[in-house]
């Protein structure tokens, strides 16, 4: 299986940097966007498995950047990245759509386990597309 495609979104560049290289070394292919604008720009050029989208940052947030993705690239998974303090805006995303939430400071195990298990939801979802169409009424 290919390695998974994955979207890292923080506007803490720091953060991202080291997130990017972590992820990397666990065998994924990783690339950052310092903004939800930037993350939709990526989004148009090439397709990701998983986009890992911080919930807070100026300009355009993550809940704004989760509708757009999820409006133009639907088979997209969205991990979200939320401060302790915000877990209801989590939640909230979840129902916008979100695969899921990991709390920061997140612990890299889980955040590497959630994105597999995305990657898996997503490539489960296109198979059945293909074998039952949008329709969901197979191929007599």
């Known amino acids: 299986m290919e390695k ?10 720091e953060f991202l940097q080291s997130l990017v290289k972590v992820l990397g ?15 939709l720009e990526r989004l148009e050029k090439s397709p990701f498995d998983v986009v890992v989208l911080d919930l807070m940052m100026p300009g355009m947030d993550g809940l704004e950047t989760l509708k757009r993705i999820k409006t133009s690239w639907p088979e997209t998974e969205v991990i979200l990245l939320t401060a302790v303090g915000s877990v209801e805006k989590g939640l909230q995303g979840m129902r916008g759509g979100a695969f899921d939430y ?7 195990e889980e955040l590497v386990e959630k994105i597999k298990e995305a990657r898996e939801r997503k490539w489960l979802q296109m198979e059945a597309l293909m074998e039952w169409g949008p329709e969901g009424k197979g191929s007599d």
Do not use: H, N, W
């Not at 998974?4 to 560049?13: C, G, H, K, N, Q």
């Not at 070394?25 to 993350?39: D, P």
């Not at 990991?102 to 890299?108: E, N, Q, S």
């Open 25 to 39: 070394r666990r065998g994924l292919e990783v690339e950052g966007a310092t903004s939800g604008q930037e993350a």
């Open 4 to 13: 998974a495609r994955v979207l890292l979104v923080d506007d803490e560049t």
């Open 102 to 108: 990991v709390l920061k400071p997140m612990d890299v």
